[in-house]
Nanobody, 125 residues
Framework: EVQLVESGGGLVQAGGSLRLSCAAS????????IGWFRQAPGKEREGVSC????????YYAESVKGRFTISSDNANNTVYLQMNSLKPTDTAVYYC??????????????????WGQGAQVTVSS
């Protein structure tokens, strides 16, 4: 059974940090790129970041570039999203997803086959 389980969400003040984890199982982790997406209340889901299974290259949305860092622990089938300098506009449910997306990853939802259940991140002002 394929599973992606997010953890590490919570409530933090603006300027603070959180680290999200995405633990994967049930598929060949090394073959899949992992993406992070988020959905704020009343808004569409948007792509945040991804890490390529091909060479570990990364992509970040402009809104998080310089503040968020994605990394992968292939030995433990886990991907992390370190979020620093958090803003109230980062408040959302964060989802990780896995897909075979090619050598360079982007955060197009249709490229991702497996999805986690989401983790709530709330940033207070």
């Amino acid at each position: 059974e394929v599973q992606l389980v997010e953890s590490g969400g919570g409530l933090v003040q603006a300027g603070g940090s959180l680290r999200l984890s995405c633990a994967a199982s049930g598929f060949t982790f090394d073959d899949y790129s992992i993406g992070w997406f988020r959905q704020a209340p009343g808004k569409e889901r948007e792509g945040v970041s991804c890490i390529s299974s091909y060479d570990g290259s990364t992509y970040y949305a402009e809104s998080v570039k310089g503040r968020f860092t994605i990394s992968s622990d292939n030995a433990n089938n886990t991907v992390y999203l370190q979020m620093n300098s958090l803003k109230p506009t980062d408040t959302a449910v964060y989802y990780c997803a896995a897909g075979v997306v090619g050598a360079v990853c982007f955060v197009y939802e249709y490229e991702y086959d497996y999805w986690g259940q989401g983790a709530q991140v709330t940033v207070s002002s």
